[in-house]
């Protein structure tokens, strides 16, 4: 039976991989790290209580800060695979956490990567390093392939540009098998709140049922390769697979922009978007031009969600992924779109029948 461990089991790509794996019959060991509450809420269907069975999903209690977790996990579990997945994943939280984003998403894969060689797993442990498409930032070739130059547009790109060469640097010094996806953006109803599909996807299905007034937005007119999270988990375990270690693009090879993002979940709510500024009249309410009532603006732009420095545009060539590995995604866009908003729609219904029953509603939205 493989064994594989898996940093960032708690996180979106985490849980998917994790599920994927034990139906591959793996052993899976997940690294969690410590908090106040239960964050466990995307992996709690393939827990097995440690009392009641000799599970082949185990959770153990580390931190990509922390080498002497790192190091004692590595070498308690002996991993055929390792897959660096745990990192502070937020681009514009990255400019608020600069030093915390660099010593986890950069110094962790390092870290991850000298306990392979202290422990002297160099030929048998395999590592899988979370690369991203926030690192070609100000693109310098369409579509981004593996052989286009980097240039990185915040701390977060800057920390996983490190993760990137040192990942490389260790293949080629001491003949690790370590590769790097380097995977353009991937959602699923399992995304976190506050990235931006899924914040369209909840404040609509919210606003719909009147949970929530508004949604607000920063730069509408960002372009973005969107995938299914599901789909890249498969082409992670792949990567680990071939013969010889490479570093792959992973993408869909179509873009769109968070404008018509929001436009295709409105559209699958059965919704018209009302914009901000466009079509209001001179007090900032939207008219419909079927003769409806005068109502506010539904999508506001709050510059408070503009970065210092943006990326404006993403489109992956997933060719070479393609050609060597077979993959392809098989979830389009639209149908990415509808289940994210079919899974919010039923929460926010969830949410609804709480506040008819005189409970307050979780509010939070960012
Ligand atoms: P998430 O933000 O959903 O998950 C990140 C995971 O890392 C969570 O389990 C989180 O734990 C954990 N984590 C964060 N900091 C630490 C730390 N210091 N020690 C231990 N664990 C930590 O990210 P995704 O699942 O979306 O992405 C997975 C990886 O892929 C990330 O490295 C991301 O940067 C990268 N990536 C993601 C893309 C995407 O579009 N999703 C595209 C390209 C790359 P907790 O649950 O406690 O917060
Ligand atoms: P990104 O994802 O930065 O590409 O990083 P995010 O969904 O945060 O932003 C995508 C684009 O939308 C614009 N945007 C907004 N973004 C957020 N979060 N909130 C808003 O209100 C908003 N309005 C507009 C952003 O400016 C940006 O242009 C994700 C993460 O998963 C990274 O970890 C990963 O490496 C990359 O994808 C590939």
């Known amino acids: 039976m493989k064994r594989a461990l898996i940093t960032g089991v708690t996180g979106q790509d985490g849980a998917y991989l994790a599920e994927l794996l034990l139906t591959k019959g793996y052993e899976v060991h997940g690294m969690k790290r410590r908090t106040s509450l239960f964050n466990t809420d995307r992996i709690d269907h393939l827990f097995q209580d440690p009392h009641k069975s000799d599970g082949r999903f185990v959770l153990h209690h580390g931190d990509m800060t ?27 939280v990255s400019f608020e956490e600069p030093e915390y984003t660099a010593n986890s998403d950069a110094l962790g894969a390092l870290r991850i990567l000298e306990a392979i060689r202290i ?35 915040s701390p977060y790109a800057v920390a996983k540009l490190y993760a990137y060469w040192i990942t490389v640097n260790y293949r080629e010094a001491y003949g690790i098998y370590a590769c790097n996806g380097i995977l353009f953006n991937h959602e699923s109803p399992n995304r976190g709140e506050t990235f931006v599909t899924r914040k369209i996807t909840r404040a609509l299905a919210r606003i719909k049922l009147g949970l929530q007034d508004c949604l607000y937005l920063g730069n509408l007119d960002a372009m973005r390769d969107w995938g299914h999270a599901k789909d890249y988990v498969e082409m992670q375990w792949m990567m680990l697979q071939q013969e010889q270690p490479e570093d792959f693009v992973i993408a869909t090879g179509v873009q769109f922009s968070v404008r ?20 209001a ?21 709050d510059p408070r969600y503009f970065r210092p420095t943006e990326v404006e545009t993403l489109l992956g060539d997933p060719s070479k992924a393609k050609e060597k590995l077979g993959w392809t995604p098989k979830i389009t866009f639209a149908e ?8 919010d729609l039923k929460s926010a219904e969830r949410d609804e029948l709480v506040k008819k029953h005189g409970f307050s509603a979780f509010d939070y939205h960012e």
């Open 281 to 301: 009249d001179e007090k900032g309410y939207w008219t419909n031009p079927q003769g409806g009532a005068r109502a506010e603006p539904i999508v506001s732009v």
């Open 336 to 343: 990415l779109v509808a289940e994210m908003v079919r899974e």
């Open 119 to 153: 422990l002297g797993l160099e030929k048998k442990t395999r590592f899988y390093q979370a690369s991203t498409s926030e690192l070609y930032g100000l693109v310098q070739e369409t579509p981004q392939k593996e052989t286009t130059p980097f240039y990185p547009r």
């Open 66 to 92: 922390d080498s002497s977790s790192l190091t004692h996990i590595i070498q308690k579990v002996q991993p055929d695979e390792i897959y660096n997945l745990a990192a502070q994943s937020h681009v514009a």
């Open 260 to 279: 018509q993002f929001v436009d295709a979940a409105a559209g699958e709510l059965g919704m018209e978007v009302r914009w901000e500024g466009e079509g």
